[in-house]
């Protein structure tokens, strides 16, 4: 095995082992005291909201589910070799996601943060929403690769949970104000992912093309 493929087998374990890591998150939240991680920064009377509760656990649930399912579906070898099962997790990753965006767009109008923070994470529950939508359409038609396509950015949008958490402590390391950071990292936890994408989308057209594909 060279170098390169070390080096892939590794960031891929890593990747793996994030989305995985963070799926099992909002365990947390269903057990042991209830106000704990995020819910440390909401007012008394929000914690009591029927409806905000429904939009944040809801989201986070289905978003953990999302996020521990739709990995292992950028395996080529999987989508080959287990096409079937292949399909079916592409189906509760986009009704898991549709799901936890919607809620996600929700809660944000509350987010921690004020205005910026809130613009941040409506922006990126929306942006997660119409990807994955479109993502679920293009393969109902059969065009293929615009589903993978739009499916990069859908889970670009999904990995923000993992990101959020890699950023927020690296921001917290060199700033004191937690408010500040947060407004930071609603836009940084989602926008470089998209970016990302994009770049790893036009890597993989260029192959195609010269390989004639």
């Not at 927020?168 to 470089?192: E, G, K, N």
Request: glycine residues 8%; contains cysteine.
């Amino acid at each position: 095995m060279d170098h390169r493929a070390i080096i892939q087998k590794g960031l891929w374990s890593i990747f793996a082992f994030l989305c995985i890591g963070v799926s099992l998150y909002p365990i947390k939240y269903f057990i042991g005291a209830k106000n704990v991680g995020l819910l440390a920064t909401k007012s008394p009377e929000l914690l009591l909201d029927s409806l905000w509760n429904t939009g944040f656990y809801g989201h986070i649930v289905f978003g953990g589910i999302a996020l521990l399912v739709g990995w292992a579906q950028f395996s080529k070898r999987f989508r080959t070799k287990r096409i079937k099962l292949h399909r079916i997790l592409g189906k509760v990753y986009s009704v898991s996601s549709v799901i936890s965006a919607l809620c996600g767009i929700g809660i944000a109008f509350s987010a921690t943060g004020g205005g910026v923070a809130q613009m941040g994470f409506i922006s990126l529950g929306i942006i997660w929403f119409a990807t994955t939508i479109v993502a679920y359409r293009y393969i109902k038609k059969g065009a293929v690769i615009k589903h993978q396509t739009f499916m990069f950015y859908s889970y670009a949008a999904c990995f923000a949970a993992v990101t959020l958490r890699v950023w927020l402590p690296i921001l917290l390391v060199f700033m004191d104000d937690f408010m500040v950071a947060y407004r930071i990292v609603a836009w940084l936890c989602w926008v470089p992912n998209l970016l990302f994408a994009w770049y790893m989308i036009h890597s993989m057209a260029r192959k195609r093309t010269i390989h004639g594909i």
